[in-house]
């Protein structure tokens, strides 16, 4: 199957898109693509206890199980207002 | 007509959210006794650094769902309040505003609370970022980790709200 | 140009009370990141009456003076804020303004915490009065006995500001 | 020596004017006009305790002594904002 990755804020500017497109085995979770977006970009560690993460713009746990068409985005600390 | 909460690169305009919370108590705006309104300005400086201007990005489409979602949770602690809350993403200048809260209710405590929470509660949850630029360099500003499950977050809200 | 601290006739705007702090911010208006903002609405009840309008009247004068004692007591409290602060005078019909306040500063808690303790003081201490048209009479409403020297009652526009 | 009284809101009502002129004797206070007003206008002895004073636009206690042209001004418990 097949999602799309949407990455925001200096997620962007390490991965150098702010849109990626990655197949999955099926039963793969959020925590699947994370670690494999940290496999091809090292300088991901550091996110590793602070990003949040969404499915179809709602947030979701790494645990949650992504399905075909899924938009997956995640969300470095916020700084919003 | 003008939507009681949004996000986009429109400069924010406090009458705006006034009238649309206007529109939206329709027969009933007799009742309400107090707005509490709150712009949030770039400032010129932080933590030591000049600022010269600031860059705004969200993922809008979750942004308006946090934006919903603090709208609930006020609802839900201050029934009698109505909200209006814009964000604005994109280059600001200094002096301009980023968001512009405005909180309408029968009573002023209610207002007040309410609008101080939602500010607090989009510094804690709200998927937007902003990037400082100033003078020698540019910065993504990173604050909270978002989860807007974390019951501890949203009752520090409630005690900065004074509530 | 708008003065930050006046009573009379006409209708209140928040966009007046903003300019007028933006002006008298000058060259230092860049530090500021927050402005917040308090309308007090007349209302369509009180305490069980169905409210026609209501008459304020003042000692414009002394409400002038009591409006700059508030303005100093928020100097002294917390330095960084300048406050606006508009009364209005005469008929107001529901849903009218009958005072608008506007405290800017650098950082949104002192921001929010001097525009509450602004209307709490003005209950206090300046010497103004409505009197309620209801349904079936009118009366002069009257509530607390001014004493600007009263520290108790100062404290407590404190605790209520959440200072 | 002769003083102006300002009255406000159901002061006014009470005594039917918003501003008389009193005639006192040297040394009076702020106090002596009121317990003149108070002879004249028995409805106003219910404001005894919850009246506020001011002289010349300034708020100023019961004992203040008045000079020839004061403006006193009696304030009932005030309900602006």
């Known amino acids: 199957m097949r999602v799309t990755v949407r990455l925001f804020a200096r997620l962007r500017?390490?991965?150098g898109a702010s849109e990626l497109a990655r197949d999955l085995a099926p039963?793969?979770?959020i925590g699947t693509v994370w670690r494999q977006?940290?496999?091809?970009?090292p300088a991901l560690a550091d996110y590793e206890r602070s990003i949040?993460?969404?499915v179809n713009a709602d947030y979701a746990r790494m645990d949650h199980?992504?399905?075909d068409g899924d938009e997956v985005a995640f969300l470095p600390p916020v700084s919003g207002g | 007509m003008t939507p009681l909460l949004a996000i986009g690169p429109e400069a924010l305009e406090l009458e705006r959210l006034a009238a649309a919370l206007d529109a939206s108590a329709g027969s009933n705006a007799g009742a309400d006794g107090a707005v509490v309104t709150f712009l949030g300005l770039?400032?010129?400086?932080?933590?030591?650094r000049r600022v010269r201007y600031l860059e705004y990005e969200?993922?809008?489409p979750l942004a308006l769902k946090a934006f919903e979602r603090i709208g609930a949770e006020i609802h839900e602690r201050w029934p009698d309040v109505r909200l209006a809350l814009h964000h604005r993403i994109g280059r600001l200048d200094i002096g301009e505003a980023s968001i512009a809260i405005a909180a309408r209710s029968p009573h002023r405590a209610n207002a007040y609370a309410a609008c101080r929470y939602a500010i607090e509660r989009v510094k804690q949850i709200a998927p937007i970022w902003k990037r400082e630029f100033f003078d020698g360099g540019d910065m993504w500003i990173e604050g909270a980790t978002a989860d807007p499950d974390d019951q501890r977050a949203r009752a520090e809200a409630e005690r900065i709200a004074c509530a």
């Not at chain 1, 977006?37 to 970009?41: M, P, Q, R, S, T």
């Not at chain 2, 770039?42 to 030591?48: D, Q, S």
């Open chain 1, 52 to 54: 949040s993460s969404a």
């Open chain 1, 65 to 67: 199980v992504l399905h």
């Open chain 1, 13 to 15: 500017d390490i991965t």
């Open chain 1, 37 to 41: 977006l940290a496999g091809e970009f």
């Open chain 2, 58 to 60: 969200a993922y809008a």
């Open chain 1, 27 to 29: 039963g793969a979770t």
């Open chain 2, 42 to 48: 770039v400032r010129n400086h932080n933590v030591g």
